[in-house]
Structure formats: structure tokens, C-alpha cells
């Protein structure tokens, strides 16, 4: 079995899409908007058409699912839940910490601790938490 998250956006999810990759050294895979998929021709105004359906982005035999929402309801934002990444080597966790954090907020700085060379959290200019540990 594998898991994945699958990371909902009000009208962000390409961009959210597009910085994860670089932060993770990723690539784009599977980005449909509304209005691309079948059939669905005149079934979506254009501000909902052109909101992303789905995509992925593929990094290390791993994936990360979003989409965005069609706008119709007050969207509540990430609450709860925090992306865990562990790291082969600081250098790599420093990077996508720094990536990930730009415009967003730094709970807790990527520092040593009992555990681990590093581990800090932050959450991304979306919203969404992650949790990061270097080995």
C-alpha cells in the first residue's frame, strides 16, 4: 500500500503545485483544469474553468495530489494536519525548509535536536504545515 496526500486549494492549487515541485526537486505531472477535461465543454464559467481539477507532482517514487475547489463555498484553509518529510542530509532539508517557508511563517526553526541533525516547522504561503527531519 502507498499514501499520499491530496491537498485541496481555493483557487491556488497550480501555483501551491509549481512550488512544491521546486522545493522537493519534483516534476509536474497530470495538471488538468476544469474546463480541460472531458466533456465538459460550456458546463463551467470561466472563472471555475479555469481552476485546477488535479495535478500532481512526482519526487522520489512519491506524490503529492491537489486540486482546487469550483469557489462555490467559503473555503475553511489547512487546518490540522502538518506534511512530515524526512531528509537524507541537512543540506537538503535547509533548502526545501527555505523554499517551503518564503512568504509563509516559520513555527519552528530547522535546528539539532535529541533526534535527528535538524528538525523544524513551518507552514507554506498556502497554508499547509510541514514537519521536516534530517537524519
Request: net charge negative.
Amino acid at each position: 500500500m502507498k499514501m499520499c496526500p491530496y491537498l485541496t486549494f481555493d483557487g491556488t492549487a497550480r501555483d501551491a503545485l509549481t512550488l512544491y515541485a521546486r522545493a522537493l526537486g519534483g516534476e509536474l505531472a497530470e495538471v488538468q483544469r476544469f474546463d480541460e477535461m472531458p466533456e465538459s465543454e460550456g458546463k463551467f464559467p470561466p472563472e471555475v474553468g479555469a481552476r485546477l481539477a488535479h495535478g500532481q507532482v512526482r519526487f522520489g517514487g512519491q506524490v503529492i495530489m491537489v486540486s482546487d475547489t469550483m469557489g462555490n463555498d467559503p473555503f475553511p484553509g489547512h487546518h490540522g494536519f502538518n506534511i512530515q518529510t524526512i531528509w537524507n542530509t541537512l543540506e537538503e532539508a535547509k533548502t526545501a525548509f527555505e523554499i517551503l517557508s518564503e512568504g509563509g511563517e516559520v513555527i519552528m526553526p530547522l535546528a539539532p535536536t535529541f533526534w535527528a541533525s535538524a528538525f523544524g516547522i513551518c507552514r507554506d504561503r498556502f497554508g499547509v504545515g510541514w514537519m521536516f527531519n534530517s537524519d
